[in-house]
């Protein structure tokens, strides 16, 4: 297991958006977590990242145990978080905000090259980027800006990509892009988790998936059963 | 001729004194932007570079080594800024924005004092620079050739500031972090010492902006709120967080003293007009009107909501049967205390200033707590309570009675005036109005001899025969204040406190709900200045004196520091806060030479221990226990 969590529950305020949530990622995989608006997808990855007021359970990446890690830290061990509401920094231009996403290239246990990205290697990847790089985060369009929030996370060299609903929000041919680009990452060693109301997108990219509702898992299988399956679909996903 | 040359003379001089004005300014500004913490001990690290530099050039003796002198009085600032970030405010980076300024503020005090210590209560002037001894000659007059030295500095090192944040990683790191510094974590940065660094650095400018000043002006234990008062002036005319916005206010504030003292005094249209004395408020009227024309400064741009905005306020609570019956027992207490400490009269003397202590802060925690407004200037209202009292006694004759119902209808309508500036702000912007309205006011207090009896202030303000007694007016005293905070609570309850709270959660809701915004505002800071007014005129009253210190910054901060010690979000805060701070200045005051010191560590040691202020903590025990029993 490349991240494994287990009994993962989080606060904002006063308020639990979680219970006891358990979900893994291995490596290679990308895994959907799916659920409706509010059901506590954000929350998770944000829990993981140790971007709420307060967690508990136990969460370990790679082997390190991060329950209790800031965030940098857990940035630091090699997992990315792509926010869904994108947070570029509006006031840098886009090579300035791939460099502060900068961290040194890493090596998995066993010795070998881990994806490592440079700009002009993300540059290729999303040529829309490739061709502003002086260009303020501040005047780009909503699909630059999800490029560019995915980018900027990779340039961390993460092994592991939590990103949260790549899809929202953005125009149809940009979720297109965005298909092609996670199937492309998965194709270069780097695995994904990424939170998702979407089917039709989930289904395009992700080999497993867990269904959340109310901040708890309702069902764990493979995305192709979940898909099958009409009525834990009926149950938790359709509006 | 000699009128040209005595101008562009001054002009020089207003740029040479620009330099150092920007260096504090920048690191201010630098320090804000990252950590969103407005820290008052700024004009004391300045200050610190001075002495500092001082004993550096002692130490190493004059000659070339003059110059690694001041660079190291910079580097010492530079890790005392360090230390402090480190040791105190990581540990309150998730406290509320206030608490954070009341820390800086306790460190004001605590370095004062240090400096006390270290230096001495006497002026140091430092040694003149080796090779910037003389003067050049301009227009044929004699200029300091170090003069000319320190206009170069400053465009210097805003050069050097703008390569920093534009062109290395830590720069990018400041700018971005200066937008969405929870991102910048989530990104891999540790934020904790990219806080560290940029507050050393911010620490270290201000070190060198007064170790450059030492051969100009003597190191004194003033410096260091008069330092930071113009520093955040020149921050906000400038744009918070912009650089350069921070050199052309320096440059405009330095120049326009340096203009007004050029034309000393003026007659227009048969009136002398002192423009000199005008020196002491250019800067406010300066920032007053920016914030008016344009709120977010010159060179900057309109705040972005902020991302770390603090949690939501809890609603206030209805006291319950525990609260009523300790309510009930203190207010008897206080009418019995006369009786009962018939030996000691200074207790009634101590008590009656620590009431008229509650009345102030209770009003200022009304505008800051459930209006939201953080005043920093709310001591003008306070004197203008105690000058329209001693003023209308001495002029008219009129009784006290009539003076305490007129007074507080004075100040009123002086927060009506610069209410009406103010509400149109907010945050920030909106508590450095208020302290340029009351720096505003206090300067023509201050200066208006023939009017207010200028520095000296006015005497003889007794209160009416029957009240002529301690005990009398003690009960005077305690009855008003006693309807004034009963008035301020009750008004809190009635929807128009609804209102306020909801102007203060959520500005675009309530708006959209149909309350009107501004007006809410500007009727809470009126109730809020009536009510300081008349705290005013019961000190004035109670005194016999006043002085122009009755509306200086400090009696603002004091008053900022009762409110927060007690807690922002309880009602008894204010009430506790008041109680606290002045029993704790008084003693503490007569008991040792550094009471600031002893002040400003108490102070810490409450910010450290109850962030939530202590009625709040004492709330969070009774109740929060209680609450853990009762539910889940």
Same mark, same amino acid.
């Given at each position: ?144 800006? /999800? #490029? ?5 996370? *990779?340039? $961390?060299?993460?092994?592991?990509? %939590? @990103?949260? =609903? ?10 297109? /892009? #965005? ?5 492309? *990452?998965? $194709?270069?060693?780097?695995?994904? %988790? @990424?939170? =998702? ?43 | ?632």
């Amino acid at each position: 297991m490349l991240l494994d969590v287990h009994a993962l529950s989080a606060w904002y305020g006063a308020a639990q958006i979680l219970f006891d949530v358990d979900l893994g990622v291995r490596r290679g995989e990308v895994v959907a977590l799916m659920g409706r608006n509010g059901a506590g997808k954000s929350t998770t990855l944000k829990a993981i990242m140790g971007m709420v007021d307060r967690r508990k359970g136990t969460l370990a990446f790679m082997g390190h145990d991060i329950s209790r890690a800031e965030p940098h830290r857990v940035a630091q061990l090699g997992l990315g978080f792509v926010p869904e509401d994108r947070r570029i920094f509006t006031d840098l231009t886009v090579a300035e905000n791939l460099a502060v996403g900068r961290q040194p290239s890493r090596r998995w246990p066993d010795g070998s090259d881990a994806p490592t990205w440079t700009p002009e290697h993300l540059y290729r990847l999303f040529p829309n980027l490739g061709g502003m790089p002086d260009r303020p985060g501040g005047r780009m369009s909503g699909g630059e800006q /999800q #490029m560019l929030t995915v980018a900027r996370t *990779l340039m $961390g060299n993460p092994f592991l990509v %939590l @990103l949260d =609903e790549p899809s929202e929000g953005v125009a149809p041919v940009i979720v297109e /892009q #965005m298909a092609q680009m996670i199937l492309e *990452l998965k $194709g270069q060693g780097v695995s994904i %988790l @990424l939170s =998702e109301q979407n089917m039709h997108f989930a289904e395009l990219v992700s080999d497993r998936a867990y269904v959340l509702e109310k901040g708890q898992i309702r069902y764990t299988g493979t995305m192709a059963d979940l898909a099958a399956n009409d009525e834990v679909r009926r149950a938790y996903l359709s509006l | 001729m000699d009128a040209v040359a005595s101008f562009v003379a001054q002009l020089l001089n207003g740029l040479a004194g620009a330099s150092s004005l920007f260096l504090v300014a920048a690191g201010l500004s630098l320090i804000f932007g990252v950590t969103r913490i407005v820290n008052f001990a700024h004009g004391s690290f300045y200050m610190v570079g001075i002495y500092a530099a001082y004993s550096a050039v002692a130490w190493i003796g004059e000659g070339p080594g003059y110059w690694a002198g001041l660079v190291l009085a910079a580097v010492a600032v530079g890790v005392l800024g360090a230390l402090i970030e480190i040791l105190l405010l990581r540990r309150i980076y998730h406290a509320p924005e206030l608490f954070q300024l009341l820390a800086t503020f306790a460190l004001v005090l605590v370095i004062k004092d240090a400096a006390l210590w270290l230096w001495g209560p006497e002026e140091l002037l430092g040694p003149r620079a080796p090779g910037l001894r003389g003067s050049v000659p301009i227009l044929g007059r004699q200029f300091p050739s170090y003069d000319l030295f320190l206009i170069v500095v400053g465009p210097l090192v805003l050069g050097l500031l703008w390569l920093l944040l534009t062109r290395t990683r830590f720069g990018t790191l400041v700018r971005a972090a200066t937008q969405d510094r929870e991102m910048v974590g989530a990104l891999g940065v540790n934020q904790a010492w990219l806080f560290t660094a940029v507050f050393a650095l911010g620490a270290m400018l201000a070190g060198l902006g007064g170790a450059l000043q030492l051969p100009r002006e003597p190191a004194n234990l003033e410096l260091d709120l008069a330092t930071i008062g113009a520093a955040f002036v020149v921050v906000v005319v400038g744009g918070m967080g912009s650089i350069p916005g921070a050199y052309v206010a320096a440059l405009l504030i330095a120049e326009l003293k340096a203009i007004c003292i050029w034309l000393g005094v003026v007659e227009i249209a048969g009136v002398s007009i002192s423009f000199s004395k005008l020196t002491l408020v250019v800067e406010f009227l300066v920032m007053a009107v920016v914030l008016v024309v344009r709120p977010w400064g010159l060179m900057g741009r309109p705040q972005a909501p902020s991302r770390n905005a603090g949690a939501a306020e809890a609603p206030l609570r209805a006291p319950d049967r525990l609260a009523k019956a300790a309510i009930a027992a203190v207010v008897l207490a206080l009418f019995a205390l006369p009786a009962l400490s018939s030996q000691s009269p200074y207790v009634v003397i101590l008590t009656i200033d620590i009431l008229v202590a509650v009345l102030f802060a209770a009003s200022l925690h009304f505008i800051m707590g459930p209006g939201g407004m953080h005043s920093f200037g709310h001591a003008a209202y306070f004197g203008l309570g105690a000058y329209g009292a001693a003023i209308l006694l001495r002029a008219t004759g009129a009784p006290m009675e009539i003076a305490l119902i007129a007074a507080p209808l004075i100040a009123a309508v002086g927060a009506l005036v610069f209410g009406w500036f103010c509400v149109r702000l907010s945050g920030v912007y909106l508590a450095m109005l208020t302290l340029a309205f009351a720096q505003i006011a206090w300067a023509i207090v201050y200066q208006w001899d023939a009017f207010t009896g200028g520095s000296n202030g006015l005497t003889g303000v007794w209160p009416s025969a029957w009240f002529s007694d301690k005990r009398a007016y003690y009960a005077l005293t305690l009855a008003l204040v006693l309807a004034g905070v009963f008035v301020l609570r009750r008004i809190l309850y009635a929807p128009f406190g609804y209102a306020m709270r909801a102007v203060r959660d959520s500005t675009l809701r309530a708006d959209a709900i149909g309350i009107d915004v501004k007006r809410v505002q500007w009727v809470a800071f009126v109730i809020g200045g009536l009510v300081a007014g008349l705290a005013g005129a019961l000190f004035a009253f109670s005194k016999g004196s006043i002085s122009p210190e009755t509306l200086h910054v400090a009696k603002s901060v004091d008053g900022l520091v009762m409110v927060l010690l007690g807690g922002v979000q309880t009602l008894a805060g204010p009430v506790v806060g008041a109680t606290l701070f002045t029993w704790l200045h008084d003693s503490v005051a007569r008991s040792t030479e550094y009471w600031r010191a002893m002040l400003g560590g108490i102070i810490l040691i409450l910010v450290l221990l109850f962030p939530q202020g202590v009625a709040g903590f004492v709330r969070q025990v009774v109740y929060g226990r209680r609450e853990a029993k009762g539910g889940s």
